[in-house]
Nanobody, 112 residues
Framework: QVQLVESGGGLVQAGGSLRLSCAAS????????MGWYRQAPGKQRKLVALITRGGATNYADSVKGRFTISRDNAKNTLYLQMNNLKPEDTAVYYC??????WGQGTQVTVSS
């Protein structure tokens, strides 16, 4: 089964940018939907963005126009470019493969 490892999180000031990566242990060509989810302290995990094998994307309303999801099938990697970050974006970010496999998460903290 595919293993997922996120990276790229960190501490950034409001208005800044980060790019998250999710490296898969094997080809992602067979994965129908890959997604980014986030979980803030005391809250449920929520969808941030997803991308299908065909390249169709969907975003949570709160990140539309600021975040961009992409996948590089040749590198077996999923990305999340996050621009104009806000304090409310602070959370642990997880990547998922078809909602069956999850990474360990990467912390994103946005200071005001």
């Amino acid at each position: 089964q595919v293993q997922l490892v996120e990276s790229g999180g960190g501490l950034v000031q409001a208005g800044g940018s980060l790019r998250l990566s999710c490296a898969a242990s094997e080809t992602i060509l067979s994965i129908n939907v890959m997604g980014w989810y986030r979980q803030a302290p005391g809250k449920q995990r929520k969808l941030v963005a997803l991308i299908t094998r065909g390249g169709a994307t969907n975003y949570a309303d709160s990140v539309k126009g600021r975040f961009t999801i992409s996948r590089d099938n040749a590198k077996n990697t999923l990305y999340l470019q996050m621009n104009n970050l806000k304090p409310e974006d602070t959370a642990v970010y997880y990547c998922s493969a078809d909602l069956l496999r999850w990474g360990q998460g990467t912390q994103v903290t946005v200071s005001s």
